[in-house]
């Protein structure tokens, strides 16, 4: 029975539940998506990370610029994990990609890479062979428009689909989308006593298929009101924190 999260921190927990279910599975390659409007990704990171604590200092965390790369070595200082960064103007021109995937390591995480880190991405994850590699909040809607367009769609069938969205949640209007490994994609409507699941889906749904769910739930296309995902709000103010 899965719950629809109502704060960051059950979203987190889920997305941790999610981490140890897809692992121990079998799956090595895992997407972490929280798409909250205006979630910045450091604070949510180091909520979820104790999830990979038993790799203590063999775990990687790669930020895509220095100055993130720092910042959380400065802010995260109690924690053992080892940060560095992927930064396109600095170290993914100076450093082979050999010694950022080194032998000892024995997990990784990608902390929001967008379309202009995937291919250095690809090229780590490959590197790591059959280590965990965990892409959290990546930013790729936009992986289709970057560089030639032939080559992106090869980029995003290559690599891009051998990776296990274990865990999304996204709202939308008058409905939000949750996955959670191993269950199904769900989606649910909002109502004024919390939320409902409507529909689940072996597959990620589609914009018209979201349409034609609203209209199943509602009886109409329904437009954007002032009250809708009003519980969602907790998440918001747990941003600011």
Avoid at 5 to 15: E, G, S, V
Avoid at 20 to 44: C, D, F, H, N, W
Avoid at 114 to 124: F, K, P, T
Avoid at 190 to 197: A, I, K, R
Wanted: aromatic fraction near 8%; charged fraction near 20%.
């Amino acid at each position: 029975m899965v719950d629809f999260p109502t704060t960051l921190d059950d979203a987190i927990a889920q997305a941790q539940a999610a981490t140890q279910s897809a692992l121990e599975a079998g799956y090595t390659r895992l997407q972490i998506e929280i798409a909250i409007p205006e979630l910045k990704p450091m604070e949510p990171a180091l909520q979820y990370l104790p999830i990979l604590d038993r790799y203590g200092t063999h775990l990687k965390v790669f930020f895509t610029d220095a100055g993130a790369a720092a910042l959380a070595r400065r802010d995260w200082a109690d924690t053992p994990y080892t940060i560095q960064s992927i930064d396109i103007q600095g170290t993914r021109q100076t450093t082979p990609v050999d010694e950022l995937i080194e032998p000892e390591d024995q997990a990784f995480v990608f902390v929001s890479p967008s379309a202009v880190e995937v291919g250095l991405v690809e090229q780590m994850a490959n590197a790591a062979g059959d280590r965990p590699v965990i892409l959290f909040n990546p930013r790729l809607e936009d992986v289709s428009i970057v560089g030639i367009g032939f080559t992106a769609r090869k980029l995003r069938e290559r690599f891009l689909n051998t990776i296990e969205p274990c865990y999304y949640l996204k709202p939308l209007e008058s409905l939000a989308i949750l996955r959670l490994y191993p269950s199904l994609w769900q989606v649910w409507a909002e109502s004024v006593e919390g939320y409902t699941l409507v529909a689940e889906d072996p597959q990620k749904p589609t914009l018209e298929r979201l349409d034609q769910i609203l209209t199943e739930v509602m009886g109409i296309k329904q437009t954007p009101t002032q009250g809708m995902f009003a519980g969602l709000q907790r998440i918001l103010r747990a941003i600011g924190r």
